[in-house]
């Protein structure tokens, strides 16, 4: 789960890692207004903004996707309560924008296919195989 592309640091983990960063905070953090728990609460993001991918490396493959498996479930609660897709977050970005459920459905798509296209990458570099 550490291979990496050329002279990428991406690595399988990394992105798992992340994407359970992401599921936790755009759910429970933007929509809901909840602060973030462990072990994201505890990170100094301004001096390592890349937290989430690079401690990826001192993992097991079963405790990632073990985080993010509960992190969908989690966010997939949180979805279950939402009776509109026009529902505004809670939270907002520094211009005070606050963002409806069918715009974070569809940027985590846009996140999930950015990584998954990385992860066809590093598969790729490992075994040679081009698919379609």
Known sequence: MSHTVASSSLTIGGMISHLTLVEESWFSEVLLGHDLGEPWSSVDWKTDPDWDFDTAAGSH?????????????????????????????????????????????IHLIEEYARHAGHADLIREDIDGQTGD
């Open 61 to 105: 493959a079963d405790e990632l996707l073990s985080a993010h498996a509960q992190a969908c479930t989690r966010s997939r609660e949180i979805l279950a309560e939402a009776t509109d897709l026009d529902t505004l977050s809670v939270r907002s970005d520094s211009r005070g924008q606050r963002f409806n459920v069918r715009w974070i459905l």
